[in-house]
């Protein structure tokens, strides 16, 4: 069997220098497709910035603003993730813990993961995402295409690979790694290299290591042979150096054990068959680049010839120069006398036909990437009317509507498999949680809540005035008798005095039975979703649907008498995508005050839910 190093070793090698074969006429080298996406987003030809005279070549960028496009139409915020309740009867349960779920992406700054991984997954198609528990915490992190070495075809199928590069200090930092084994490798001291070997920078105090995850043979952890043929999810954080002996290594293990589950979590926009890498924007447009830097470069070298004189002669003496490397060189011309010199016609060629190659090209970029000038902002032709460009928008929008949906597939498994666990170890306290809420959030949550407090209220209010009512009967006044139960009064008093909170809200468990945030959630699964908003979508298009249906309601409220117009009134809301008609069936009365918060609405909510709330209205 081999070591770990050793299977290291040679899984970087086949990644590097040997390319795959997906299909009878397709090569794909995985190495080399990140190494020119780099490339191209940092406006760097591969083939070097100047050609075989010495001369610049230009850069005519393309990719960037096709990569931002990506990012801005596939993105999804924190707001969008929610826990959604198994039952009608678990919609509290449901609520306090995607209240914990948003505090928990506060303090975990889960949103700027959410931006780098959008970023991520615009550039190349696919992104890897790591979850790893740390002091407590669950850190979230993007790993770097540059610093992953993984099998071309299947991401699973070998051990995922990663290249870290720490300092001397960081390595002594962490008791978990083999202290004799940190002081050899600080010995050694090598400088950040990229996976070809060239150095990142000039600082020689980082040691290169490598951290591997997945299913390996148990012997690599036991060193007994006969555990050769039984696997298990393992991680190894290693590290080489050549050794003074022509093709031997000096091997190091910092650290090796067993591990619950695989941190990486390989995460793409389209996946592609065949393929660990999916395409991103900057490979649709490799062509596409190509093809624009040379037609932008026959325009410079045609204007830059444009400005010389040229001359020419009948100077043998002049036989076999080459004229253009002489005028690049700035050579002074000398002839003989008698000898004719004649300047050359060198003025400006057809400059615009190489300008209608590089548009070409340049839209056939935007239809591989469905980036018309809608999408990009770009001001329409003259004369383009303006419902062609937002058709043009929306049918270029489906595809990222496809993509978006895509990510928060790939978000509900995230939560699954990483952060509701981590999450629910949390749980075991009675902290209380704030949480600032939406309008609909508000509603959701007053609807259940305060009919409950003013209930409430009200019986307390009952209960003191019969403790404090006169014992002697006779001294009883029309004071102490209670007073009707009125609901509307009453509720509108709740929501008054919860105004000053605006729109947030503090939870805490039932204090009267000490329970805890487990206790509060004890068998309920919690299941996130992600709802998929596109924001890329008409707004003015449908601020101008709803000003439309308000004003014909506010002229004729009876209309939504009518069943029939009022079925094409929800499916008008519906077709909008901002209001659902359910939303309009729970809206508070306008004369309310603003609904507020209180640190008890939990301990109603439970009650509800528990059935344990057998208070009524005297």
């Known amino acids: 069997m081999q070591t770990i190093h050793q299977i290291i070793r040679q899984a970087e090698d086949n990644y590097i220098d040997n390319p795959v074969s997906i299909s009878k006429y397709v090569d794909f080298d995985m190495h080399n497709t990140i190494e020119t996406i780099d490339a191209y987003l940092n406006s760097k030809h591969i083939s070097g910035s100047k050609d075989s005279l010495g001369r610049d070549k230009p850069f005519f960028n393309i990719v960037t603003a096709i990569v931002n496009v990506w990012y801005r139409a596939t993105d999804i915020d924190r707001k ?227 400005s010389k004189l040229i001359f020419q002669t009948a100077d043998t003496k002049y036989a076999g120069r080459n004229v253009l490397s002489a005028i690049e060189n700035g050579d002074i011309m000398v002839h003989d006398a008698n000898k004719p010199l004649t300047q050359i016609n060198n003025s400006k060629a057809d400059i615009s036909a190489f300008q209608n190659f590089s548009t070409s090209w340049q839209n056939l970029a935007a239809e591989i990437t469905s980036t018309p000038d809608a999408m990009k902002g770009n001001t329409l032709p003259s004369g383009t009317p303006y419902s062609l460009g937002a058709y043009l928008g929306a049918q270029a929008n489906s595809l990222f509507e496809i993509m978006t949906e895509n990510k928060g597939l790939y978000i509900e498994e995230m939560m699954r498999r990483f952060i509701i666990k981590h999450l629910k170890t949390k749980m075991n306290s009675s902290n209380e949680i704030m949480a600032t809420l939406d309008e609909n959030a508000i509603i959701e949550i007053d609807a259940m809540y305060v009919p409950k407090e003013a209930i409430r209220r009200h019986n307390q209010e009952v209960k003191d005035m019969l403790l404090n009512a006169p014992q002697n009967p006779m001294q009883s006044t029309q004071t102490s008798i209670p007073s009707p139960y009125q609901p509307d009064v009453a509720e509108a008093k709740v929501r008054k005095d919860m105004s000053s909170l605006g729109n947030k809200r503090s939870f805490k468990p039932d204090e009267i039975n000490e329970t805890t945030w487990n206790d509060v959630l004890k068998n309920f699964e919690m299941t996130a979703t992600v709802e998929v908003t596109n924001e890329n979508t008409d707004k003015q298009a449908i601020l101008t649907t709803l000003s439309s249906v308000l004003q014909t309601v506010a002229g004729n409220p009876a209309i939504l008498q009518d069943p029939n117009a009022k079925m094409l009134f929800n499916a008008i809301l519906t077709e909008t995508g901002r209001i659902s008609p359910l939303q309009l069936s729970t809206a508070q009365s306008p004369t309310n005050s603003p609904p507020g918060g209180d640190s008890g609405a939990l301990t109603e909510l439970n009650n509800i839910n528990n059935g344990k709330s057998t208070t009524s209205a005297t």
Not at 172 to 181: A, P, R, W
Request: aromatic fraction near 10%; proline fraction near 4%; glycine fraction near 4%.
């Open 80 to 306: 969008d993730i929610r826990i959604m309740p198994p039952s009608l009867d678990k919609t509290a349960h449901a609520f306090v813990a995607t209240v914990h779920l948003h505090q928990w992406m506060k303090e975990a700054k889960f949103g700027t993961f959410l931006n780098d991984w959008g970023r991520s997954l615009a550039r190349y198609g696919s992104s890897v995402t790591k979850f790893v528990e740390k002091n407590g915490q669950l850190i979230c992190s993007v790993i770097p295409w540059n610093r992953m070495i993984v099998d071309p075809i299947d991401f699973d199928v070998l051990p995922r690979i990663e290249k870290l590069y720490l300092t001397p200090a960081q390595l002594k930092q962490n008791k978990l790694y083999d202290q004799e084994v940190v002081k050899s490798l600080l010995d050694n001291l090598e400088t950040r290299q990229t996976l070809d070997g060239q150095q990142k920078d000039e600082s020689n105090k980082f040691i290169e290591l490598y951290e591997v995850h997945g299913e390996l043979p148990l012997s690599l952890l036991t060193d007994k042979d006969k555990d050769d043929d039984t696997y298990r999810q393992q991680i190894h954080v290693v590290a080489y150096q050549s050794s003074n002996n022509k093709g031997e290594y000096d091997d190091f293990t910092l650290y090796r054990g067993k591990e619950a589950q695989d941190p990486y979590l390989l995460t793409h926009l389209i996946p592609e068959d065949g393929r660990t890498l999916a395409i991103g924007a900057v490979e649709s447009l490799f062509e596409a680049q190509w093809m624009v830097n040379h037609s932008q470069k026959n325009i410079k070298d045609t204007l830059d010839l444009a």
